[in-house]
């Protein structure tokens, strides 16, 4: 089957392509670095031709309220767009467990307008829903400094591995499309002060993670259980302990994107 995944470079295509090739799919990176672009729409006729399944897990280079509403607007009509023209059978696309109780943030205004352009749209399609990566942690952190301390929530979440997120995106790319939602997550939960202090310790970053009840998660009020998954979640194998010791773990991910962005890292 041919299978076309925008945003085959980031950190989740990636290893999405190398899942899809191994079970013998003609799997296709498409990003701008390789002339596929959702924004300006170049190159993505050429791409989806003959393509069964489409799976977006690109992301927005700008977190910028304005920016990342703007990217996942068009970025997603676009791709709808050209999918429906192709002939495309199966959209796929990958967000965030929780993203409808998050609307008080700008970057989930974005994924909640994507998942909407989704749901209006002609063609079947599946929403992954993940939980937060561990890859992710040093960004959140980034994302949540005041002053010089890390101030965030002690709620409860049970994020996830990349490498697992990739398995569960693949599963749902060759599968019947859903017409809703599927989550999937991590094995364990844990307060989110404390898992953000366990990696930072890792890195030996020496900043302070303050457990703070009225910190907001990315700028969204989140209560105890705002960021779990529902009970049919699937979840992934690797516990983060046996991450923490793997070389998935070593790269901090630091890759500032945009001027607002200047004071944190990698995000979601
Ligand atoms: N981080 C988390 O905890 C978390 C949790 C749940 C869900 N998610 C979701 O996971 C998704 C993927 O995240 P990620 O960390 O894997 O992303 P990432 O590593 O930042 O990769 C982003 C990808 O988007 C591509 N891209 C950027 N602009 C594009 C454009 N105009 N047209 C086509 N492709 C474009 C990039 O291509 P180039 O390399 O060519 O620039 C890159 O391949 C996001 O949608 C995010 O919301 C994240």
Redesign the pocket.
Known sequence: MKIVV????????SKLVTKLREQGHEAIA?????G????TGEGLAGVLKGAAVAVD?????SWEDAAVLKFFET?TRNLLTYEAAAGVKHHVA???VGTDQLSESGYFRG?IAQELLIKESSIPHSIVH????F??LK?LADISVEGDKVHLPPVLFQPMA?ED?ASGVARVAVGPPVNGIVEIAGPEQFRVDELVRRRLASLKDPREVIADPHARYDGAEVGERTLLPGKDARLGETRFADWLRSPASQIPRAKPQSAAAATAT???
């Open positions: 925008i945003g085959g470079s980031g950190l989740i295509g498409a990003s701008p670095n390789s596929v672009n959702t924004i897990v690109s992301n927005s280079p970025s990958l967000s965030v994924k993940a939980t937060q990566f890859e992710f960004g990349a997120v990698k995000r979601a």
